[in-house]
């Protein structure tokens, strides 16, 4: 049983920063792809981003990309989403979560963290 625990969240203005961490305890950490996702009142849970195991491969949502890194830290056991050039439509909450196979499909994620608020302001 993977255990995850997300952090970073918080209020920032439109074109601010934040950098979301992940910290994954009771498993074999380097064994998953971690996913970051998030979901907005109303909407499905959609994938932001995603790295493979041992974060050679990693994927991104159209709207983020060239705007939000991910990378991870296997002697850490943490997972990072580094966000710049926030606009007000990523405002939600967002999620990590860790799976045996490589996807974007949040049910096929095995683990999931309680989420992070990240509100944008305009």
């Known amino acids: 049983q993977v255990q995850l625990v997300e952090s970073g969240g918080g209020l920032v203005q439109a074109g601010g920063s934040l950098r979301l961490s992940c910290t994954a305890s009771?498993?074999?950490?380097?064994?998953?792809?971690l996913g970051w996702f998030r979901q907005a009142p109303g909407n499905e849970r959609e994938v932001v981003a995603h790295i493979s195991a041992w974060g050679g491969a990693t994927g991104y949502a159209d709207s983020v990309t060239g705007r939000f890194t991910i990378s991870r830290d296997n002697g850490k056991n943490t997972v990072y989403l580094q966000m710049n050039s926030l606009k007000a439509e990523d405002t939600a909450v967002y999620y990590c979560?860790?799976?045996?196979?490589?996807?974007?499909?949040?049910?096929?994620?095995?683990?999931w963290g309680q989420g992070t608020q990240v509100t944008v302001s305009s």
């Open positions: 009771g498993g074999t950490f380097s064994r998953y792809t």
């Open positions: 979560a860790a799976g045996r196979v490589w996807t974007i499909v949040p049910g096929l994620y095995d683990y």
